[in-house]
């Protein structure tokens, strides 16, 4: 556990921005994996009073606060209806109800880890991140950026996606993912696949497949992606395993999408 | 720093420190029936109701608590004991260190799913691990006991 001596429940951005900017400053999110370090910190960052708590749907998409739990990605009605239960399925096998009524998307997002489920449905849906004071940047780039000092605000996830489907194996229930495949079907109707938990950060598999690819091409496309895309081994699994798991899961997840009920958007 | 707090109907005020963790505060407030069980927020021992949600109470602030209802089992003893006999009666309570986390799950789960499925209910308690029953005995006591609920009998 880690030791704090000052905690600021921040009252507006500006103020949580600022109180970042040292070093032995954190923002606390859901506190599950920031708990199990043994940092000694000068000031948590508490986001808790800024209202970053909603999942908003607006005209573009949805609007989801830093400080939303993964029980409420996994219980919001409307979010789930609109991507298939995506969420609810990825969240769903993260530890229990309790753990997830205290994690939150932002800490998730933030830690950028390899292991994250979430992070896997919000790359296969186009989604953005917001950041205080930078701005929107795709999910794409944030993954690729280095830890600074900036304040996560929100994850925009748009309607680009109409269908999502999530897969997933762990070796026994709610231990960290050995593999994650999601598999989202975009407007123009090509297939966007990622493959995470590879044990690194969720990545997309290159593909040019589409809703209406055959089995063949699906298979021949998938082989070629997934040789091309990094795995590699740990305890849970070895790379190869993880290769042949993400073929395998994948295609489960396409033919989910297959079978699904597209959006109403 | 100062948080004052509802614990099981009781305002409670008190000096806390910032890294205090909600699990210390209420065994300091005498809840001995929430544990530390494995400290890795992963075993459920330490569940508690925050604003009547379950929480793993080793990975909440006590500080976050502040202006919060806080329930433990202490202040559920009525339906707990209830829930509880239908645990003995299943054998489902071998040394019982599980048990008060995951009667505060199960009487949670109860309150927001009246009537779950098979399915339902083992999703619901994933987060609760017991290292004697095999939770057969426990998925019994909670079918008969949500089946005594509908019934009326309790």
């Known amino acids: ?265 | 720093m100062q948080i004052e707090l509802k614990l099981n109907g009781r305002v409670c005020k008190a000096d806390v420190s910032p890294d205090m963790r909600l699990l210390d505060f209420v065994r300091e407030q005498g809840c001995a029936s929430v544990k530390c069980g494995c400290d890795t927020s992963n075993c459920g021992l330490c569940t508690l109701w925050l604003d009547g949600k379950p929480v793993l109470s080793c990975s909440v602030l006590a500080v976050r608590a502040n202006g919060h209802e806080v329930t433990t089992l202490e202040g559920l003893q009525a339906d707990a004991a209830e829930f509880g006999a239908f645990l003995s009666d299943e054998g489902a309570e071998q040394c019982g260190y599980c048990s008060p986390g995951f009667i505060m799950n199960v009487l949670a789960m109860v309150k927001e799913l009246p009537d779950p499925t098979e399915e339902q209910i083992q999703h619901y308690l994933a987060g609760n691990l017991c290292r004697c029953s095999g939770y057969q005995g426990q998925l019994r006591a909670i079918r008969k006991y949500l089946l005594a609920k509908q019934e009326g009998k309790l």
């Open chain 1, 1 to 265: 556990m880690f030791r704090a001596k000052q905690y600021l429940l921040a009252q507006s951005l500006e103020e949580a921005y600022a109180a970042n900017q040292k070093r032995t400053a954190t923002v606390v999110g859901g506190m599950c994996w920031l708990k199990m370090s043994n940092r000694q910190i000068q000031t948590l960052i508490d986001l808790s009073a800024l209202g970053l708590d909603t999942i908003t749907r607006t005209d573009e998409g949805f609007s989801i606060g830093a400080m939303v739990t993964l029980r409420q990605l996994e219980t919001d009605a409307v979010l789930n209806e609109t991507f298939q239960n995506a969420f609810a399925d990825a969240v769903r096998p993260i530890v229990g109800v309790q753990f997830r009524n205290c994690a939150t998307i932002g800490g998730s997002v933030w830690g950028r880890f390899g292991f994250s489920d979430v992070i896997a449905v919000l790359l296969a849906l186009k989604a953005k991140v917001e950041l205080y004071p930078t701005g929107v940047v795709e999910l794409d780039d944030f993954l690729q950026m280095p830890y600074d000092n900036q304040i996560l605000v929100r994850i925009l996830v748009p309607f680009t996606a109409k269908k999502a489907a999530v897969q997933s194996h762990r070796n026994t229930a709610t231990d960290f993912p050995v593999l994650v495949a999601v598999a989202s079907e975009l407007a123009d109707g090509s297939l966007r696949l990622v493959a995470g938990a590879r044990p690194q950060k969720a990545a997309l598999v290159n593909t040019t497949l589409t809703a209406q690819s055959s089995a063949e091409e699906i298979e021949q496309q998938l082989e070629n992606g997934l040789q091309q895309m990094a795995f590699c081994s740990n305890m849970r699994g070895s790379a190869e395993y993880r290769r042949h798991l993400a073929k395998v899961l994948l295609k489960r997840a396409i033919a989910q999408l297959k079978e699904g009920t597209a959006n109403a958007d």
